[in-house]
């Protein structure tokens, strides 16, 4: 790549987040755009400080001290652009996740057509559905009304109508939302997306326009019955969330103002990182990216017509913890445990965690409730967002996860590099892969920052990414498979660059690696029984498959899909140690 077309402009990246705000500096290394260094900060969205700014001037200081050069100038802004002295950056990107959840009423005409495709939509950013209103509601209007006036929802999203179709049923929607929020105090009327038939805009405007405290037009996510086109909302909708956020957190006004309005949910810049990235990978298998971050779980998936972005503010590892139980048992959370805790050790875990989402583990127990919990959430985001994953997504058997090729970690619990054979464990037991798949750690969670910085400079993502910013856990080869404990479910040989050979016989409910360094590749032949598919179709193997190399080298995963757990918990955590110290854990 000529390095002429690289301009040299340096890129701060702030993320703020809900446990903590970090800022990460790209700049040019050897004509090629570099992740520099980052800095880190407690996040002040909350109490007693209240002023996301803070945390950011924190963070940024942090990464001066790293730097050894200023970035901030005598009255604590940004310094923009750089400077002959060196001081400053060229341009700043702002991704945002901190806050709560934002109070959400979807709205559409029919439930299994463009309500459901408003509830997708909704799901797309940190949002919390109060209240659902279709055609279908049985409730009165003014029953209707009081339901508004008492869940007071931040958003309105509203869907309905294909191009061209119907229009007193979409206005007989807005009448009770308009007048809802003609009684609410002028400050507490809520944001309004409009995606339905494009015809009503004029009248939407009329109806509840002047009553919102902003309204949104996006093109219509259910233009016909049978079409579904939901990314442009996405972008609208992660427009309107700044907007509310600005309102909700002091000081982001400032960031915002810093980085000339390239501000953006985190969550919507990961969904675009990941729509960069299949295209460029353009497989028949999809692309995977899961977070586990403080104020969500986010799921984002691309596949080869349709991109999936998935926010589970329930299944955030802060200050929502405690609500998990909702979702789940204390049961099924502490099966994935290695050690013998009592459920209310369990229930205090959740509730300090949530009010010291910072907080690393201090002992073994707190360890394995922390990675028991991220478990349970993770594997509850991916059933869930398994649902909209497009009906032709390359599949080995219904209920089970798609082929994914890659599958890119990140979020605190699951970039940990210093503890790679724990992070994967962790994806393999939550996300279940199938088949054959590079696991990649974003370990510095540059994802969203490089889909941030996509708005302002598209070659930065190109050649960070190639860059080795992030770490190659290696390859995973799960197959679909059950069988009796220990008996052989296939055979698998790697031939490295300099000949020599390494085999496996992998036995069902084993995990096995054989060796691979980062920057290695190989050729992999695998042989399998009749009932046993590693994507390529039951009894079907693969000989001479090109795989590459990574921390750990090629696992292979035998323990079935679904996932094969005893019912006896004394063997079950003996199992789950094993497969730990199988992937260099303990």
């Known amino acids: 790549m000529p390095t002429s077309i690289v301009t040299g402009n340096s890129l701060l990246a702030i993320d703020v987040g809900a446990a903590n705000t970090r800022a990460v500096l790209f700049d040019v290394i050897e004509g090629e755009y570099r992740f520099v260094a980052s800095g880190v900060a407690p996040s002040t ?16 200081r ?14 604590r802004s940004l310094i923009l652009p750089s400077q002959p002295d060196g001081s400053g950056v060229d341009s700043l990107v702002v991704t945002v996740s901190a806050g709560s959840a934002v109070r959400t009423l979807v709205v559409g005409l029919l439930k299994d057509v463009s309500l459901d495709s408003a509830r997708r939509l909704t799901e797309s950013t940190y949002a919390r559905v109060v209240d659902f209103i279709s055609l279908g509601d049985h409730r009165k209007p003014e029953q209707q009304i009081d339901s508004i006036l008492r869940t007071r929802p ?5 869907a309905g109508g294909t191009d061209g179709g119907a229009s007193r049923s979409v206005q007989k929607l807005l009448d009770p939302i308009g007048l809802a929020s003609y009684f609410l105090p002028e400050e507490k009327r809520p944001a309004v997306l409009y995606a339905g038939n494009g015809k009503l805009a004029e009248e939407v405007k009329s109806l509840v326009g002047s009553l919102s405290s902003y309204l949104h037009f996006s093109s219509n996510i259910r233009p016909s019955l049978d079409t579904e086109d939901i990314p442009p909302a996405e972008s609208e909708l992660a427009q309107m969330f700044i907007k509310i956020r600005k309102k909700q957190l002091k000081g982001l006004d400032i960031l915002d103002n810093w980085a000339g309005g390239h501000t953006l949910p985190t969550a919507y810049a990961t969904g675009r990182m990941v729509r960069f990235l299949s295209n460029v990978y353009g497989s ?8 586990l971050g403080a104020s969500s779980t986010v799921i984002a998936a691309g596949f080869k017509n349709k991109s999936v972005l998935k926010v589970y503010p329930q299944f955030g590892q802060g200050e929502n913890l405690p609500g998990l139980l909702n979702h789940t048992s204390i049961e099924d959370i502490l099966r994935w445990s290695t050690l013998d805790i009592p459920p209310a050790t369990l229930v205090d875990y959740l509730h300090q965690k949530a009010l010291y989402p910072a907080t690393i583990p201090a002992t073994r127990e ?6 028991s919990v991220a478990k349970q959430a993770l594997f509850l985001a991916m059933q869930s967002a398994r649902r909209d994953f497009p009906r032709d997504a390359a599949i080995i058997k219904p209920n089970l996860a798609p082929l994914f090729d890659p599958i890119i970690a990140g979020g605190a619990t699951l970039s940990d590099a210093s503890r790679p054979g724990q992070s994967l464990l962790l994806l393999l037991d939550a996300v279940q ?10 370990q510095n969670n540059l994802m969203p920052l490089l889909g941030a910085a996509g708005s302002v400079n598209n070659l930065l993502p190109v050649q960070v990414l190639e860059s080795g910013a992030f770490l190659s856990i290696g390859t995973i080869i799960c197959p679909v498979v059950s069988a009796k404990y220990g008996a052989s479910i296939l055979k698998a040989r790697i031939t490295y660059e300099n000949g020599a050979e390494a085999g496996v016989d992998l036995k069902y409910g084993f ?3 054989l060796p691979l360094k980062s920057g290695e590749t190989g050729r992999l032949t695998i042989q399998v029984g009749r009932g046993v598919d590693i994507g390529f179709g039951f009894g079907r193997g693969v000989k001479g498959l090109p795989i590459s190399g990574g921390a750990l080298g090629v696992v292979f995963d035998g323990r079935g899909r679904p996932l094969d757990m005893p019912s006896d918990p004394v063997r079950r955590r003996e199992l789950i140690k094993k497969w730990n110290w199988s992937l260099g854990g303990g």
């Not at 942090?62 to 009255?75: C, F, P």
């Not at 931040?154 to 509203?158: L, T």
């Not at 028949?284 to 977070?291: F, I, P």
């Not at 892969?433 to 974003?442: F, M, N, Q, R, S």
């Open 433 to 442: 892969p199938v088949g054959i798949a590079t696991v990649i750690l974003d």
């Open 366 to 371: 707190d360890l394995v409730l922390a990675q």
């Open 511 to 513: 995990l096995e690696i």
């Open 62 to 75: 942090s990464l001066q001290g790293i730097l050894k050069k200023n970035l901030l100038d005598m009255s």
């Open 284 to 291: 028949q298998k999809g692309l995977l990216s899961v977070d």
């Open 45 to 60: 969205a909350e109490s007693p400080v209240r002023d996301v700014s803070e945390g950011a001037r924190h963070a940024i």
């Open 154 to 158: 931040d958003m309105v999203v509203i």
